[in-house]
């Protein structure tokens, strides 16, 4: 009884270890005496023993892989070293398992290759420009070279590009001339705007300061001009009124003494003064006179 006991817990041990719960991104490879049978997806299976025997395991997510840095030649004759970066997917598990041996190796290898014929046709200056040219070209061989083995590559990025150290400083130089051009160029852009701003500044004060000066001048002149027609204007006015009060001669008399007065306060150093004082009535009488008309 015991050794039956034995041999049914084996065979149910048995029977269980063909129980698989494949997770979420994998895939199982099924071999069923010794040829491929199936694949197993995301889920609960069972693989029957000794029949069925696991193969393979394939993850279905984006692998990314950083290959080494590769010694590469360029048309123009330079060796430099260049490092890639493949995306790739694993879209086909039985190709992938059985279409080439070590899949991981065989494509570093072909982008290895590939990139060195790539850049044998481009020269240096080519190379360290067209970084994307080179991408998408390697890109399409690589998907198109991997296909049979269930791989899709989906991008390729040159990491670095690392030219030989007295190119790099012959290449460091380069940038600091031209650098120190540009700087030398906007120095002289800025000098040469800050000249015209000043200029124009000048000259526009020059044109306000001359319509200062000629609008002052015009408004002096307006103002004498004023002047004048308003003493003009007050000496009509006062001889009407002379000529509407009708002085008499007495009055004409004192007006005139009043005129020798001022006379006298002049810086005149001589004064005319009538024989006779009948004859300044005699003009005062006159001036009225010609009021009166």
Do not use: C
Not at 154 to 169: A, C, F, G, S
Not at 175 to 200: D, F, P, Q, S, Y
Not at 253 to 272: P, Q, R
């Amino acid at each position: 009884m015991e050794f039956g006991l034995v041999i049914i817990i084996i065979l149910v041990g048995i029977a269980a270890s063909g129980i698989k719960i494949i997770p979420q991104s994998r895939a199982y490879v099924v071999e069923r005496l010794g040829a491929y049978h199936r694949t197993l997806q995301t889920g609960l299976h069972y693989i029957f023993p000794f029949i069925e025997r696991k193969a393979n395991e394939v993850s279905l997510k984006e692998i990314v892989k950083d290959f080494a840095p590769q010694p590469v030649i360029t048309k123009d004759n330079v060796t430099m070293q260049i490092d890639t970066v493949v995306y790739f997917q694993i879209t086909d598990s039985k190709l992938y398992t059985y279409g080439v041996e070590n899949p991981i190796n065989a494509i570093e290898n072909l982008t290895a290759t590939t990139l060195r014929n790539i850049i044998g046709e481009l020269e240096l200056d080519e190379t360290l420009t067209s970084r994307d040219v080179i991408n998408t070209k390697m890109r399409s061989i690589l998907d198109e070279a991997t296909d049979p083995w269930g791989v899709k590559v989906n991008r390729v990025e040159v990491k670095n590009i690392l030219p030989p150290k007295d190119i790099q400083e012959s290449m460091e130089k380069q940038m600091r001339a031209e650098r120190e051009r540009r700087e030398a160029i906007l120095k002289a852009e800025g000098e040469k705007k800050a000249a015209i701003l000043i200029a124009e500044g000048e000259k526009e004060s020059t044109i306000l300061r001359a319509d200062a000066e000629k609008a002052a001048k015009i408004k002096a002149a307006e103002g004498e001009a004023e002047a004048i027609i308003k003493i003009q204007e007050a000496t009509a006015q006062g001889l009407k009124l002379l000529k509407a009060a009708e002085m008499d001669d007495a009055v004409l008399k004192f007006k005139s003494y009043e005129a020798l007065v001022d006379v006298a306060k002049g810086n005149a150093t001589k004064i005319i003064v009538p024989s006779d004082l009948q004859g300044i009535v005699t003009a005062g009488t006159a001036i009225a006179e010609t009021f009166k008309k």
